[in-house]
């Protein structure tokens, strides 16, 4: 007998990203849609943090992106978040703005700008609805 344990049996392909690169992840970041990027380690609670993230990202896509991190691997990316407790969680939110601006500056520079918030509520896809509610963030955003 299996129990039902609140995840939906199959959300389809994975839509979770998994950082290979600081140049890809700019290059998302210039997509324009908020990524939302999980630092983890290897621990239990990651496990957890796994399904968590396969079903937000399944129930976000395609507005918001979500990446996971893993520190270990990727140190240099994760050290200039400068976080001692793994995981966290940050959003990062649109480099569109930048280009927007359309100020005189060396056109060979990639300029953007990113707004980077903590993300500190509950773990779940509940909690990201609420957060992005919170943030006015794509459709979720209060009328």
Known sequence: ???YTGY????GPSRVIHFTS???FVHLLHQGH????????KSNYTKHLDKVLEEAAAEFYP???FMRV????YIGFCMTRQKKDYPFIEMFHSPAQASAQGNAVDPNVTKYAVKVLPYNYDVSAYGFREFF?????GSFSRK
């Open 1 to 3: 007998m299996r129990y």
């Open 8 to 11: 939906p049996k199959d959300l």
């Open 22 to 24: 600081e140049r890809e």
């Open 34 to 41: 908020p990524v939302i990027v999980a630092f983890t380690i």
């Open 63 to 65: 507005q918001i992106k």
């Open 70 to 73: 893993e520190c270990p691997k």
């Open 133 to 137: 509610k919170r943030h006015n963030i």
